[in-house]
């Protein structure tokens, strides 16, 4: 996929517990595509969604292009935190392998909150972080469509997905809906 797929639009990659180190695709998207920005959090290994939505908000209002977020785990509910609250210029979220809100005591949080703009939840079948049925549940509570990715674990680094063309596609299909 070209990088010209993604001008004038900005990318933020959205990582969850830990950031994505080096074999992860959010890692690997952002050294084939420099220009996508990684949101960075206070402390990586303490999950406080008003703090991770807060850094997410800032990031959003730090430039005024519309912008597309490709976010991880955790962060997918600081993405959908960010986003009920009016997240300014987002117009599209890949929502990957999302943690289950029950996990981190977020469900009350989290239900009924709604993405206001094209999202997609991309789950796995054996993923330890939410169960595919819970994906669909939660994908159906923000609005977002679900696309099961198959067996593919956290779909993190461990899942070894190099580039992972299957989510580049995905963020493809949130820009066709974008510009609808």
Not at 20 to 29: C, I, M
Not at 69 to 89: D, K, Q
Request: glycine residues 8%; contains cysteine; aromatic residues 8%.
């Amino acid at each position: 996929m070209g990088e010209n797929v993604f001008s004038p639009l900005r990318t933020l990659i959205v990582p969850g517990l830990n950031n994505s180190g080096p074999g992860h695709w959010q890692t690997h998207w952002q050294l084939r595509y420099p220009h996508f920005e990684r949101v960075e959090q206070v402390c990586w290994d303490t999950p406080e969604l008003l703090v991770w939505s807060e850094q997410l908000r800032q990031s959003l209002l730090s430039d005024n292009r519309p912008t597309l977020i490709a976010a991880h785990s955790f962060g997918c509910l600081a993405t959908v935190h960010c986003a009920n609250s009016g997240a300014p210029n987002l117009i599209g979220a890949l929502l990957v392998a999302p943690a289950d809100p029950e996990k981190f005591g977020l469900e009350k949080v989290l239900l009924g909150a709604r993405l206001h703009c094209p999202s997609i939840v991309v789950g796995s079948t054996d993923d330890p972080w939410m169960a595919s049925d819970r994906a669909i549940y939660w994908a159906s509570q923000w609005g977002s469509e679900f696309v099961n990715a198959g067996a593919l674990g956290h779909i993190n680094a461990e899942s070894d997905l190099g580039h992972w063309e299957f989510g580049l596609l995905q963020i493809q299909r949130l820009i066709s809906a974008a510009r609808g």
